[in-house]
């Protein structure tokens, strides 16, 4: 999936929200405080539910620009992507990309048959969160 939008708010204003939120998930799963210059190359494990848990690794994240990180667990692996262009004062493109590696032929027909449904609510719910911000401006 991805997504491309152009944005009535500054790049800083938008990344700062993103960092806010990569950042409150951190101490959250951690324990951690940690700063923005700490996350290229963070990993953490974040838990889900009792019996669920993912490694998370923030792959890339060059401030007000980039952010990629990369989930993973026992059945898959999600990489998402969110790369920020300035356009003006005012003005950003964000484009955001999910991929999805699914592990074992049953876990990929049923990742195949749900891909269609939860990736179009994913994706309605990732368009409502740009408008928050948006809106928060």
């Known amino acids: 999936m991805e997504i491309v939008?152009?944005?009535?708010?500054?790049?800083?204003?938008?990344?700062?929200?993103?960092?806010?939120?990569?950042?409150?998930?951190?101490q959250k799963q951690t324990g951690k405080a940690v700063n923005k210059?700490?996350?290229?190359?963070?990993?953490?494990?974040?838990?889900?539910?009792?019996?669920?848990?993912?490694k998370i690794t923030i792959e890339k994240f060059?401030?007000?620009?980039?952010?990629?990180?990369?989930?993973?667990?026992?059945?898959?692996?999600?990489?998402?992507e969110y790369d920020v262009k300035r356009i003006d004062d005012r003005r950003c493109q964000v484009?955001?990309?999910?991929?999805?590696?699914?592990?074992?032929?049953?876990?990929?027909?049923?990742?195949?048959?749900?891909g269609v449904v939860v990736g179009f609510l994913r994706k309605r719910r990732f368009k409502k969160m740009l408008q928050m911000i948006e809106t928060s401006y």
């Open 62 to 80: 060059v401030e007000n620009e980039a952010y990629h990180f990369r989930t993973s667990t026992t059945r898959n692996d999600f990489l998402v």
């Open 95 to 114: 484009r955001y990309r999910e991929t999805m590696k699914s592990y074992g032929f049953m876990q990929q027909m049923n990742d195949m048959v749900l």
């Open 37 to 54: 210059k700490q996350l290229n190359n963070f990993e953490y494990v974040k838990e889900f539910s009792q019996n669920s848990r993912a």
């Open 5 to 26: 939008k152009e944005m009535n708010v500054p790049a800083t204003f938008f990344f700062d929200k993103v960092t806010d939120s990569v950042l409150y998930d951190i």
